[in-house]
């Protein structure tokens, strides 16, 4: 079965520094990978996602995450955090049928001042 | 464009209760997913809809119901309601049940009293 670990519950960095958000997965086969983000009242956006190829994937808003099967993460980061990126990251595994994803339990992002 | 519209965008049931809600996916999708959202935690899968019947199920208990309609609209019903049940639903459409491109509509917050 597959699973996501978020281990990082709450998140909080001041505005301008880095960000990196962990994620952890749990998958038999190449594993197709998303972050989300959800704001409060929102639904999800997609922020970025890997199927194959170059480990490094770009996405919206500035995020990157990097695929590591090694370690069986793959970790969202951000250059320099702007107070509006508070909110509610998910991290999700999508089994091979393309028709169900599996989310971590999320990491809540504050953003100081 | 209209993106994902459900309804209502909030309710209250007493335990016991059936509740109906609703998703109208976006424009050009034919494919509905359902999520529950308890507080505090990711999205679990509920059930995908395709060509009017259900394709995937995730770990729900059979009082949980769906139905899709030839417009590809789709509707979630939940029988005997309990207290932990209490949750955001959230829809969401894609075209094709192969296909990630996944666009969640805002909710629905369900309240069981």
């Known amino acids: 079965a597959q699973s996501v670990t978020q281990p990082d519950i709450h998140i909080t960095v001041s505005e301008g520094a880095s960000l990196e958000l962990r994620c952890n997965y749990s998958y038999g086969a190449t594993p197709y990978l998303f972050w989300y983000v959800q704001s409060p009242g929102q639904g999800l956006q997609l922020l970025l996602k890997?199927?194959?190829?170059?480990?490094l994937v770009q996405g919206i808003k500035g995020f990157e995450a990097e695929f590591k099967r090694s370690q069986s993460s793959f970790n969202l980061r951000k250059p320099s955090v702007h107070w509006s990126d508070a909110a509610e990251y998910f991290c999700?595994?999508?089994?091979?049928?393309?028709?169900?994803?599996?989310f971590g339990g999320g990491t809540r992002l504050m953003v100081k001042p | 464009d209209a993106g994902v519209t459900q309804s209502p965008t909030h309710l209250i049931k007493t335990r016991g209760q059936q509740v109906t809600l609703r998703c109208s996916p976006k424009s050009g999708h034919d494919t509905v997913s359902w999520y529950q959202q308890a507080l505090g935690q990711g999205p679990q899968f509920i059930f995908q809809y395709y060509e009017e019947e259900e394709r995937q199920r995730g770990n729900f208990p059979d009082r949980f119901s769906g139905h899709q309609f030839p417009n590809y609209s789709s509707e979630l019903n939940v029988n005997a309601l309990l207290l932990g049940d209490s949750a955001l639903y959230l829809c969401a459409s894609s075209s094709g049940t192969r296909n990630y491109g996944y666009t969640f509509g805002s909710g629905t917050r369900l309240t069981v009293v």
């Open positions: 890997y199927f194959s190829g170059d480990t």
């Open positions: 999700a595994v999508g089994n091979n049928a393309g028709n169900m994803l599996t």
